[in-house]
């Protein structure tokens, strides 16, 4: 199986090769090439560098409208009902991924979800419109609490909708006591009128969602069991922590339709091998979002002092 370095000692061949104008692209997209060839489906490479360059701010990384246009791009000429959706994302809005699960589903009818590495957040409920989910070992989805930016005397912070119920519970019992309630004033004073009906609405939306797309595809039609793991995914209360990674055997054991990547080695070694081009891609240029096919069609944002987008094809 290609590793990391194995990639990297074969990107540095790669410019020895008359004609080649980025290694990194030609790499990359010859295992996007090589993995659709082996499995007769379309396949499609959505991956943004939040995990390899933590200094670009992270709305820039998001799931955002603007992908839209990247999929339409990358989708224009495809034919066949079958696609492999390689991602890798730290999540998103939830409407954003909800508009990104109903224009991938109004193309394609069989999904498979790869996780090479992370889907964190509306990433994992974009992983729960898929009819499988292919993990490896190291593979890991994320909780799908939905986070609310909230701003404050200090600035924006993201927080938990959950925890913004929770405190508020907390506050409500505390503040009988008026020996508390100077130290609670000041922090519910930060909070708009409406952030209650925000964070419950917000919440209620992240499981609904969840539970449709698994009872639709996945699971088909078993809502109990779609409602179990949509409500376990977005229990901000057992996982604690929205960065929480949720390992292949938690997720195996809660319901969810997972193929093991370990499975078919040869598919193994090709989507690795894609997303370790891709790492290489995000290290060593500009490149901070990609969105493309097997044909070399894609939709790359770039990331330097001010972004901007480029669209390269072959």
């Not at 396949?43 to 820039?60: E, M, N, R």
């Not at 913004?164 to 009128?193: T, V």
């Not at 090709?270 to 969105?291: C, N, Q, R, Y």
Request: glycine letters at 4%; charged letters at 25%.
């Amino acid at each position: 199986m290609p590793t990391w370095s194995e990639i990297l000692k074969e990107l540095h061949e790669t410019t020895k090769q008359p004609g080649v104008k980025s290694p990194v692209d030609f790499v990359r997209r010859k295992y996007l090439k090589e993995v659709s060839d082996l499995t007769k489906r379309n396949t499609i490479l959505y991956a943004s560098c939040w995990t390899s360059k933590p200094d670009v701010p992270p709305s820039f990384l998001s799931i955002s409208d603007e992908d839209l246009q990247g999929l339409m791009e990358v989708i224009h000429g495809l034919s066949g009902s079958e696609l492999d959706l390689i991602l890798h994302t730290p999540g998103g809005p939830l409407e954003v991924a909800e508009a990104f699960v109903s224009y991938l589903r109004s193309k394609f009818t069989d999904i498979r979800i790869i996780v090479p590495s992370v889907a964190m957040s509306a990433g994992t409920m974009i992983a729960c419109a898929g009819d499988k989910i292919v993990l490896g070992k190291h593979s890991f989805l994320g909780p799908t609490d939905p986070q609310l930016i909230i701003p404050t005397k200090t600035g924006l912070r993201m927080a938990s909708a959950q925890s913004i119920l929770d405190q508020f519970d907390r506050a409500q019992q505390e503040c009988k006591d008026p020996a508390k309630l100077s130290s609670w004033i000041p922090m519910l004073n930060q909070y708009g009128p409406d952030l209650l009906i925000q964070s419950e609405k917000a919440l209620e939306m992240s499981r609904e969602l969840v539970e449709s797309w698994l009872s639709k595809y996945m699971l088909k039609e078993d809502r109990k069991k779609a409602k179990e793991i949509a409500n376990w995914l977005s229990n901000n209360k057992l996982f604690k922590t929205h960065s929480r990674r949720i390992s292949r055997e938690q997720l195996e054991k809660i319901g969810l339709k997972i193929q093991h990547l370990e499975d078919n080695q040869k598919e193994q070694d090709l989507f690795l091998s894609v997303f370790h081009a891709t790492t290489h891609t995000f290290t060593g240029t500009p490149s901070a979002k990609i969105i493309e096919n097997h044909n070399g069609r894609a939709f790359i944002k770039m990331f330097q002092q001010q972004p901007f987008l480029v669209q390269r094809k072959t």
